[in-house]
């Protein structure tokens, strides 16, 4: 798994699990960490397989696990690392064209508000549960 990096920010092993046939949304992983001295923020990003790129978060509200956007986009704090995993921060890619099959490596974008655009690339990992799904949640 590749590492990519802009500016002061460096992408860790993003990686996303294979999807059933007919399913229209996939979750997107990493690590980022600043190495700068300002924050910086992921606003956003793109993948050919998906119409829709959206950050979202996993959280407990009342008892029940709910997902939503980040709004303004997901801060990266100086000297911080930020973790998207499954049941916390990630990224969405909705719309999918076409179902993600194991082993496959899917190119995509991610949108920094100051370090700007970088290509990366996605492993695609066995399908598999997530810490949300056990509770009946779905996307």
Same mark, same amino acid.
């Given at each position: !798994?590749?590492?990519?990096?802009?500016?002061?920010?460096? @992408?860790?092993?993003?990686?996303?699990?294979?999807? *059933?046939?007919?399913?229209?949304?996939?979750?997107?992983? %990493?690590? @980022?960490? $600043?190495?700068? !001295?300002?924050?910086?923020?992921?606003?956003?990003?793109?993948?050919?397989?998906?119409?829709?790129?959206?950050? =979202?978060? &996993?959280? %407990?509200?009342?008892?029940? %696990? +709910? &997902?939503?956007?980040?709004?303004? #986009?997901?801060? +990266?704090?100086? #000297?911080?690392?930020?973790?998207?995993? *499954? #049941?916390?921060? =990630?990224? &969405?890619? %909705?719309?999918?064209?076409?179902?993600?099959?194991?082993?496959? =490596?899917?190119? /995509?974008?991610?949108?920094?508000?100051?370090?700007?655009?970088?290509? +990366?690339?996605? $492993?695609?990992?066995? +399908? /598999?549960?997530?810490?949300?799904?056990?509770?009946?949640? =779905?996307?």
């Amino acid at each position: !798994a590749a590492d990519f990096t802009v500016g002061n920010l460096q @992408i860790a092993t993003p990686w996303t699990r294979a999807t *059933p046939k007919g399913s229209t949304v996939a979750g997107g992983y %990493m690590a @980022i960490t $600043n190495k700068g !001295a300002t924050p910086d923020r992921l606003v956003g990003g793109s993948t050919a397989v998906a119409s829709r790129f959206e950050v =979202h978060r &996993m959280a %407990m509200e009342n008892g029940v %696990m +709910i &997902m939503r956007p980040v709004e303004g #986009g997901l801060e +990266i704090k100086p #000297g911080q690392s930020v973790e998207l995993k *499954p #049941g916390s921060f =990630h990224v &969405m890619l %909705m719309g999918l064209k076409q179902p993600l099959e194991k082993g496959q =490596h899917v190119k /995509g974008t991610l949108e920094f508000e100051k370090a700007g655009k970088v290509d +990366i690339e996605y $492993n695609v990992e066995a +399908i /598999g549960p997530t810490p949300a799904a056990k509770g009946g949640h =779905h996307h």
